[in-house]
């Protein structure tokens, strides 16, 4: 149930503590609400509808709380092959995703939405980065899901963490692979008018 307060401006419906960090990072100020959405309930398509999709969904059920707040969504998956990948829920779960992964190059792709219910405004994308992987040794595997790093992680690692170790190269967004591409959400922040780069505040974005 919503609480009795004044609708924030701006909201994040994550529970994800990367994404957070990113937007705080980027000078934004807003609230954190996550939702219980259930991601299971949306059937697999093309993997940039599907992240759009879930976006979506994920920022229209706070709006719906909060009708006069902006309300941003978000959803991170990772593409190898025809396969899909997302957060392990075992240990061997965690161990054959990153064997799949080890040597190869795969997609992330995240997708985002910013939602105003009572302005019927909406805008959602979704960015893709390759990743490529170094060849893993079973050893490096073991040590990596020993450090439980994997677990709340699409495809089952971290490039911000330990699990930048995997990591030989990148091709697009880095904070795509984190959760959020920042540079994209901002643009459209900004372009909707959502948040403005004020003078007389150079210590981060006004909302
Ligand atoms: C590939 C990769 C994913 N991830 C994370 C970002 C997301 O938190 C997670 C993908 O799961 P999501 O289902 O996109 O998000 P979430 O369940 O963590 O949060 P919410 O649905 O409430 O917004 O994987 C990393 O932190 N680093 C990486 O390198």
């Known amino acids: 149930m919503k609480d009795m307060i004044t609708d924030p401006q701006l909201i994040l419906a994550s529970q994800s503590p990367r994404r957070r960090y990113l937007l705080e990072q980027a000078g934004l100020t807003f609230a954190v609400i996550p939702g219980t959405f259930d991601e299971d309930s949306v059937q697999l398509t093309d993997p940039a509808d599907y992240v759009k999709t879930l976006a979506k969904a994920k920022a229209d059920e706070i709006a719906g ?21 997302g957060k392990p829920g075992t240990p061997d779960d ?3 995703m990153l064997e799949k992964l080890s040597g190869q190059s795969h997609c992330v792709f995240t997708g985002y939405a910013i939602v105003c219910k009572n302005q019927a405004a909406c805008v959602c994308d979704a960015v893709k980065t390759e990743v490529q992987f170094k060849n893993l040794t079973p050893d490096e595997i073991d040590w990596y899901v020993q450090t439980g790093e994997p677990f709340d992680k699409a495809g089952a690692y971290a490039i911000q963490g330990m699990g930048t170790f995997l990591v030989r190269r990148i091709n697009g967004s880095y904070t795509n692979v984190v959760g959020l591409p920042v540079c994209e959400v901002i643009e459209a922040l900004l372009g909707m008018g959502v948040v403005t780069m004020n003078a007389a505040n150079a210590k981060g974005l006004t909302v």
């Open 65 to 85: 709380q909060y009708p006069d707040s902006w309300v941003i969504g978000a959803d991170t998956i990772v593409t190898i092959d025809r396969s899909v990948l």
């Open 94 to 96: 965690a161990r054959h």
